[in-house]
């Protein structure tokens, strides 16, 4: 063994004591989960027991950001037509969640794509949440730009609850994983983000996991965040989600699966995109099952969330086509025996009240809370073909105000399966047939329109009624 001056040895001690510092320190900002993840991996899992088989929660969340009326067409065309060839546990379509943002579109094209979507979460695919990107805003400015996006949604039925008094609700997404300020001001500007998403309504965070030091450094857990006005990326930390706990602090960060997987010698980190690039192979959907996120207590309730940025034409078969359909294909053969694993395919609204249910102490079958604290969207029930507002919807009465002029010729669909219409409507036609009714009329004066349950008749009026009515102004 070579024997140093004792100058020299507490030189190269020094040196490499600075170059594990120097490395340490790198990893700790480009990837500040790493050491939270290497901790879980290579620590024994805690054992929390549980009866019966693992029920897997399926969430497909999208950065949804079209910019012209292909992609929609693409969509409306490709998505029902992959969907319809799965089902899970429960009897659900794959449930797609379009968190949108759409960039270079005017008022009458973003309530265009908006009225479209509307129809394929009419349709049982999916449900619309928000997405945005604010540069260097200040508290005004991203109060105005988000209650303005707000109001368009709600004008075809998105992020309004169908209940007796309509509520505004939305699960976000910050685009570029900036959420917070945790990038800087040029890409967010807001140190109080998670105060002013509570405020608006959000009842949830998913922008995470992510590929940087934007990256909470907590990983794979559900969790609530504080958030501190005064710096930023107030999510690093958190407290977990836990059945019998309670809320603490302003937002639920709901977080998808971080996966280092092995290529060969090389380490590669997967935190759930689906793209071409990266396909949704069977490993990879192990590995997020295997990542075992859930409410602490409730084990046997696992979340895989993933996502993609749907509009991006060159992903089309990823995210669409022929390996969308593969990825539910081997989630239904490999995690749907009933025996091991029960799926269910989830909107992101959904997956929060289902965790929302563990935490409030349920357990069983996951599908009897997906709409535990906030019920179904109007555009679950209720869709058409001109903006709207909806006043109030109950068992007895749906009072809905439409936003167009005298005259115009509006279609609508919803979910009764007979029904009578009232209000500043005429030249009435009212087809009905099994759980639904399709309605045409022309608007007149204000357009406060009135929709009514109509019994049927002993037949079931052949399950097909039309009829043309002229009906008077509500006085």
Known sequence: MTNFPRPRRAFLLLAACASVAVVAKTVDTRYPWLWAYLADRLSPRPSEASAGPRHILFTFVDHFEPRDQATMDRWMRAYPTMARRHRDADGRLPQHTWFWYFKDSDEAQTLS??????????????????????????????????????????????????EPEPRMVFGFIHGLWSLDNSRGGAICGLNNELI?????????????????????????????????????????????????GQVVGDLLIFEGPS?????????????????????????????????????????????VKVFTHGAIASDEEA????????????????????????????????????AKAAEAGHGGDPNAYRDFLIPPYVNRRFVASAPFEVIAMDEQRWTVWFLAEPGRRVEVRLRLPAVRVEGDARKVSVRSEDSESLISFELVEDGLVEFMPRALGPQKEARLRTSELGVPHAQ
């Open 196 to 244: 002013l998403l509570k405020q608006l309504g959000c009842y949830a965070d998913f922008t995470h996991p992510s590929w940087g030091r934007m990256h909470p450094r907590i990983v794979n857990r559900l969790y609530y965040a504080t958030d501190d006005p005064t710096r930023p990326k107030s999510y690093d930390t958190g407290t977990v989600l836990q059945a019998g």
């Open 113 to 162: 794509f908006l009225q479209q979507l509307a129809q394929l979460a009419y349709q049982g695919f999916g449900e619309v949440e928000l997405h945005s990107h604010p540069q260097r805003q200040t508290e005004p400015a991203f109060l105005e730009h988000m209650r303005r996006r707000l109001l368009l949604s709600r004008r075809t039925g998105a992020l309004l609850t169908a």
């Open 319 to 354: 995210v669409l086509g022929s390996w969308r359909h593969r990825l539910h294909t081997y989630l239904e053969a490999r995690y749907n025996d009933g025996v091991d694993y029960v799926l269910h395919y989830v909107t992101a609204r959904e997956a929060y009240n289902i």
């Open 259 to 303: 996966v280092v997987r092995w290529r060969g010698l090389r380490p590669v980190y997967d935190h759930g995109d689906v793209t071409m690039e990266d396909l949704p192979l069977p490993e990879r959907v192990d590995g997020w099952v295997d990542a075992g996120i859930h409410v602490q207590g409730r084990p046997e309730w696992v979340f």
